[in-house]
C-alpha cells in the first residue's frame, strides 16, 4: 500500500495494541471559544506513563474548529482549515523564519511531501504540537483573517500573548519574533478518514 499517511500502515499486532492502551482527550473550540466536548476520556496511568499512541476522532471537527487531545502530557491541535485559509498561507513566505520547514526537528518528512507550505498530511487538516517554541506558553488560535493589533495584515494563525510570538496556520513561526522555530508536526497518520493516530508514523516513514 501507498504510504501516504492516510491508509491505516499499522499491523494488526500493533492495532490490537493500540486498542487496548490508546485513549482520546478532546475537547474542540472555534477561535478562542471552548465549545462543547467531541469525546473524553483518559488513559490509564500505565499508558501515560509509557507515552501511548492517542486516538482523534475527527468526525465531527467543522472548518475553523480545533480539536485539542493530550498526548506525552502535550496539547495536541488538529485544525480543520478552511479554503480560504489555505489560499492565504500562499504569499507568507517572505515574513517567516523558516517558510520551508528546513529545521528538520520540527516535523516528520512526510508532511512536507505534497505541499511543504501546509505542513500536513491532508491538506486541510493541520497537526500541531501546541507549545510555543519560545517558553512553552499554549498560543492562541486566532483563525480569523482580518487585521489584528499585532499585525494588521494578519491571515489567521497562532498568537502567543506572553512575548507576542506569531505563527500561520501551518505552525510556521513569523521574522521577529522571539520563537526561534516553527510549532512543532508530531508522528502521526490517518488510520482511516476521521481516525487519526498520534505518536505513530505512516508505516515506512523516514
Ligand atoms: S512563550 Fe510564546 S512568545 Fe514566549
Not at 488538529?78 to 507568507?92: M, N, Q, T
Not at 502567543?160 to 508522528?187: E, Q, T, W, Y
Request: glycine share 8%; with cysteine.
Amino acid at each position: 500500500m501507498a504510504n501516504d499517511g492516510v491508509h491505516d500502515p499499522v499491523n494488526t499486532g500493533r492495532r490490537r495494541f493500540l486498542s487496548a492502551t490508546t485513549a482520546v482527550v478532546g475537547a474542540v473550540g472555534v477561535g478562542f471559544t471552548a465549545v462543547p466536548f467531541i469525546k473524553s476520556w483518559n488513559p490509564s496511568a500505565r499508558a501515560k506513563l509509557a507515552g501511548a499512541p492517542v486516538v482523534a476522532d475527527i468526525s465531527a471537527l467543522q472548518e475553523g474548529q480545533r480539536l485539542i487531545v493530550e498526548w506525552r502530557g502535550q496539547p495536541i491541535w488538529i485544525v480543520k482549515r478552511s479554503k480560504a485559509i489555505l489560499d492565504a498561507l500562499h504569499g507568507l513566505d517572505g515574513r517567516l523564519k523558516d517558510p520551508e520547514s528546513d529545521e528538520k526537528d520540527q516535523q516528520p518528512d512526510y508532511v512536507l511531501k505534497q505541499n511543504p507550505e501546509l505542513r500536513s498530511i491532508k491538506p486541510d487538516i493541520s497537526v500541531l504540537v501546541g507549545l510555543c517554541t519560545h517558553l512553552g506558553c499554549s498560543p492562541e488560535m486566532v483563525a480569523e483573517i482580518r487585521p489584528e493589533p499585532y499585525d494588521p495584515q494578519w491571515k489567521g494563525g497562532y498568537f502567543c500573548p506572553c512575548h507576542k510570538s506569531r505563527f500561520d496556520m501551518s505552525g510556521r513561526v513569523f521574522k521577529d519574533v522571539p520563537a526561534p522555530i516553527n510549532l512543532k508536526v508530531p508522528a502521526h497518520h490517518y488510520q482511516d478518514d476521521n481516525t487519526i493516530i498520534i505518536g505513530v508514523d505512516p508505516q515506512g516513514a523516514a
